[in-house]
């Protein structure tokens, strides 16, 4: 089991902490001069980390990855697995 506060995969940079109870953590692989990540790793699974990147937006961001895409606002975010699941969710920084 792991410790109290631990989240799935082994990176708390950033994690994403969702209705669904579950707890997604986002490790920065590069981060701009800006202090934007550009490209990351999202954590869904056990041993099932997804490469996503940064997706140029007009208004808020996207992170982009194989049939997994994150959209958001400051703090508020939705993720999407597919067309068809979805899920809101909260970005924090612990």
């Not at 981060?31 to 699974?45: K, M, N, P, Q």
């Not at 997706?55 to 895409?69: E, F, L, S, T």
Request: aromatic share 8%; with cysteine.
């Amino acid at each position: 089991m792991p410790p109290s506060g631990a989240v799935l995969g082994g990176c708390s940079d950033i994690v994403l902490s969702c209705e669904n109870g579950r707890q997604y953590p986002m490790c920065p692989i590069a981060v701009s001069l800006a202090g934007d990540i550009v490209t990351a790793t999202l954590h869904t699974g056990p041993n099932r980390p997804t490469y996503v990147r940064l997706v140029p937006m007009g208004v808020g961001y996207r992170y982009a990855g194989r049939n997994i895409w994150l959209d958001g606002l400051r703090e508020n975010a939705i993720l999407n697995f597919g067309k068809y699941s979805s899920v809101a969710c909260t970005v924090t920084t612990p």
